[in-house]
C-alpha cells in the first residue's frame, strides 16, 4: 500500500468488500447503520460502468448473506451517465431491482452541479416503480429549495447535505449561513411533506438544530436519520443511535479512492490534521 493510500483509510474503509463488510459490522454492533459506497466516479465507457453495476449487485447479495444494516450509494457518472442516459437508466434500474429483491435501498449521490438536474430527473424516473431508491440535494445550490419542495410532493426519501463541490456564486450559496439557512429550510419543507430525511452533516449546529426542531414539532424518530461519512464524528453517531435516533454511516471503498479523499481534505484544515496526526479517535 503507498503511502497516500495509507493516510486515505481514515475516511475509506479498504479496498476490498471484505473491509468494507468488517467496517460495516463494527458501526452495527454499536446500532449504527451503514450504507456502502464503492468509489468511483466520471466513468467513460459502458464496460466499465457495467463492471460497476456487477460489483455494487455482488455487494447486495453480500450485504443480504452477511446479514449486514446496509443499504447502498452510488454515482450515476460511475454507472454511465456522460456515456449514455439510457444505458445508465438501465443499468441502475437493475441494481434498484436487484435492492428490491433484498428490501434493500440504493441512494443515488449528488454529483457536481452539471448533473443535478439530470440526476433529478432519473430518480423521478426510478422512483416512479420502485420505492427502495433515494435522492441527494445540496444546501449550497440556489435551486434546491424547489427541488425539495417538488421531491416532498412525492414523499421521496431524500438526503440533505451541504454539498461537496466547487460551485461559482452565481449558482450557489458562499456563506455558511445562508447554506445552513437553506439546510434547515430543505429538512422542514421535506419532513412536513412526509418524505423521510436523511439530515447528512457534520456540523454541530445544525444537528442541534436538527433535535430540537423535531422534538418541538413531535417528528416520529423513523421519519428522519442522521448520517455521517466514515471516520468523522463517531462518538456522535454512537451517542445518537443510544439515545434511540436512526444513525447510518456512508462508508466508502474500493480502489478508486483518490478524488473522495481529496474532497474530504480539501473541505476542512481538520481533516488534513487527523490524516496528518493518524488521529483516530473523535
Ligand atoms: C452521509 C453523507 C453523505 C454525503 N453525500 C454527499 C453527496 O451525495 N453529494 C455531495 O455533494 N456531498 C455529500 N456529502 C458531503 C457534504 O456535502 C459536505 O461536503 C460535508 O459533509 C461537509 O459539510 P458538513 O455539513 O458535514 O460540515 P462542515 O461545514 O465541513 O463543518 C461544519 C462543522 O462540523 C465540524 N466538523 C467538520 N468536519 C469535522 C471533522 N473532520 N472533525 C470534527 N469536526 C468536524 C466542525 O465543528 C465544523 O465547524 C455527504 C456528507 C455526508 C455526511
Known sequence: MGALAYLARRFVAGENMAD????????????????????????????????????????????????????VSLK???????????????TVKAIVEEAGSYKNFVRLDMEGSAYTARTISMFMRLFKDHKNVGAVLQ???????????ALAAIKAPVRVCKGAYKESSSIAFMSMNDIRNSYKSMVQILIEGGSKVAIATHDEKLITWALDWTQDNHIPKDQFEFQFLYGLKRSRAKDLASQ???????????????????????????????????????
Open 244 to 282: 434511540g435516533y436512526q444513525v447510518r454511516t456512508y462508508i466508502p471503498f474500493g480502489t478508486h479512492w483518490m478524488p473522495y479523499f481529496f474532497r474530504r481534505l480539501r473541505e476542512r484544515k481538520e481533516n488534513v490534521f487527523f490524516v496528518l496526526k493518524g488521529l483516530f479517535e473523535d
Open 76 to 90: 450515476l457518472t460511475q454507472m454511465g451517465l456522460d456515456v449514455d442516459e439510457e444505458f445508465c437508466y438501465a
Open 20 to 71: 468494507a463488510l468488517i467496517a460495516v459490522h463494527a458501526l452495527n454492533s454499536k446500532g449504527v447503520a451503514a450504507s456502502l459506497d464503492l468509489l468511483g466516479e466520471d466513468v467513460s465507457s459502458k464496460e466499465d460502468a457495467l463492471i460497476a453495476q456487477k460489483a455494487y449487485l455482488e455487494l447486495l447479495h453480500q450485504i443480504n448473506a452477511k446479514n449486514a444494516k446496509s443499504n
Open 139 to 149: 444546501a449550497y445550490l440556489h435551486r434546491s429549495e424547489n427541488d425539495a419542495k
